[in-house]
């Protein structure tokens, strides 16, 4: 599987982006796909993910409510739209996949994922 994150870009406090992870290879379905940011001096931390199985979708509590996941079955495709950005939330984010349909308890772990986009950089200015 490829997954092939863009979307990232400068944007000021307020703002809005939306995020793509194209996966080729494989189909998501029945899969797990997330979002992990990562910032300097920090470990890569969880932001959301989609169980494609029941189109479950979890989220970290730091975006909950201002972030949303969606998914293209036909595009093999997830989506993060990203509104009220924070600067706190300027990081690489990187799209994940897993073949396994991961329970509550496990799908915020990156060692649950197998498959990893190169990173996609979002900018939050103050």
């Known amino acids: 599987v490829q997954l092939q994150a863009s979307g990232g870009g400068l944007v000021q406090a307020g703002g809005s982006l939306r995020l793509s992870c194209a996966g080729s290879?494989?189909?998501?379905?029945?899969?797990?796909t997330a979002w992990f940011r990562r910032t300097p001096g920090k470990e890569r931390e969880f932001v959301g993910a989609?169980?494609?199985?029941?189109?479950?979708?979890f989220y970290a509590d730091s975006v909950k409510g201002r972030f949303t996941l969606s998914g293209d079955n036909a595009r093999n495709t997830m989506y993060l739209q990203m509104n009220s950005l924070k600067p706190e939330d300027t990081a690489v984010y990187y799209c994940?996949?897993?073949?396994?349909?991961?329970?509550?308890?496990?799908?915020?772990?990156?060692?649950?994922?197998?498959?990893w986009g190169q990173g996609t950089l979002v900018t939050v200015s103050s």
């Open positions: 994940a996949a897993s073949p396994s349909s991961w329970i509550s308890g496990v799908i915020r772990q990156t060692n649950r994922y197998d498959y």
């Open positions: 989609i169980r494609w199985s029941d189109n479950n979708k």
């Open positions: 290879g494989r189909t998501f379905t029945s899969s797990t």
